[in-house]
């Protein structure tokens, strides 16, 4: 068992917040790690490191020289978020190191979830949280964990997946597509969506989008939670949208990370945005960086074979999308009773992918910590 310094959610401390919101990797393998309040007491010491940066790292570094720590105790740079822009490529890994070495006597690592960099440590926070939260919320206190803001346990359950008959009123719809699009920012993933709204609106008789700053949003299971819950963070879209839909298409979070203000690096990390259709019974058609469904399939997540996924071979972002964008158009055109006939022959896709979030294990940041200082 490690000891993982941890004073409490609501004590202010000097390193970045080492109990932030995001302490759920120690929680899941609470056997291995154990929380102290004391910092002299702790092998391990979490610090948020979204935000390092040239110009806060060396206020970073005085304060902890300021903790005057031991020499044996390490440091976890918890880069666990989306890597997804130049700072956070290897050369900045590199940077970072460097930095610490030279002020520091404490050895470091640093966790990130892009699983094209094969540096530090890769951890698959994203998985760890989406299997949690669906499979076993009450494991460990997540109320107010990041993204869940005041969700409860309810937010997050399931409904059968069940093979279904054609409805006499034709009210299954092909698609849902939860668009997450913030209107004042730049980077190519919101240029991405709003294109895909915009092919979604000419198909709106066909499905749900939702659309949160131009006033269009699909509630989550508990329609009671306050707006800055259901259009704020990551929440579950309602069970009634996926009941009454074929399939979820959306744009992924590492998507187009290339253009006037983005170094093109190689990404690679699933987020919810994926797990969410899988778990809840739907066929995908995700745009994303190239080569995702493959990387998908390694997880053991099965496709069918009546989408088609060759977009996601090509290199070229725009090229790829324009790709999407067919592969997209000929599903719209797909007849309800064509789509239902198809959804039945492959239900087992369906029930298969829900398993896997049973029968996958959690990523072990404890074995892996272990691992990386050879304890």
Not at 19 to 35: R, T, V
Not at 146 to 153: I, K, M
Not at 230 to 248: E, H, R
């Amino acid at each position: 068992m490690f000891t993982i310094y941890n004073p409490g959610r609501e004590i202010e401390d000097q390193i970045q917040g080492s109990y932030h919101a995001n302490f759920i990797p120690f929680d899941i393998e609470k056997k291995y790690w154990k929380s102290v309040k004391n910092i002299k007491d702790a092998q391990f010491i979490a610090i948020n490191g979204q935000n390092i940066a040239p110009d806060s790292t060396n206020l970073l570094i005085q304060q902890l020289k300021n903790l005057n720590l031991e020499p044996h105790q390490k440091l976890l740079i918890m880069c666990i978020w989306h890597i997804d822009n130049k700072i956070r490529d290897k050369d900045h890994y590199t940077w970072i190191r460097e930095l610490f070495k030279e002020q520091l006597v404490n050895e470091i690592a640093i966790l990130h979830t892009n699983f094209a960099n094969d540096t530090e440590i890769q951890y698959d926070w994203l998985w760890n949280r989406q299997k949690i939260y669906f499979t076993n919320y009450n494991y460990i206190n997540l109320k107010n964990r990041s993204y869940t803001h005041d969700t409860d346990a309810n937010t997050f359950q399931l409904a059968p997946i069940e093979k279904i008959a054609l409805p006499q009123d034709k009210r299954i719809k092909h698609f849902l597509s939860p668009i997450r699009i913030y209107n004042g920012y730049k980077h190519p993933r919101f240029e991405y969506r709003k294109r895909l709204r915009d092919i979604l609106i000419d198909h709106a008789d066909k499905g749900y989008y939702s659309d949160i700053e131009n006033g269009n949003m699909l509630t989550c299971e508990d329609d009671k939670l306050p707006f800055r819950v259901q259009g704020g963070g990551w929440y579950p879209v309602a069970n009634k949208f996926y009941n009454s839909t074929i399939l979820s298409t959306y744009i992924e979070t590492l998507t187009g990370i290339y253009g006037p203000d983005y170094e093109y690096v190689k990404f690679k990390s699933i987020t919810e945005k994926t797990y969410d259709p899988l778990i809840k019974g739907h066929f995908i058609l995700p745009f994303a960086y190239p080569g995702f469904i493959e990387h998908l399939k390694t997880y053991g997540f099965l496709v069918p074979d009546w989408i088609d996924y060759s977009y996601d071979a090509i290199e070229d972002n725009e090229e790829r999308f324009v790709a999407f964008s067919k592969s997209l158009e000929k599903y719209l055109q797909y007849s309800t009773e064509d789509l239902l006939q198809l959804y039945n022959k492959d239900y087992y896709i369906l029930e298969h992918n829900r398993n896997i979030f049973w029968d996958r294990p959690y990523d072990s940041l404890y074995q892996k910590v272990k691992d990386f200082f050879h304890m």
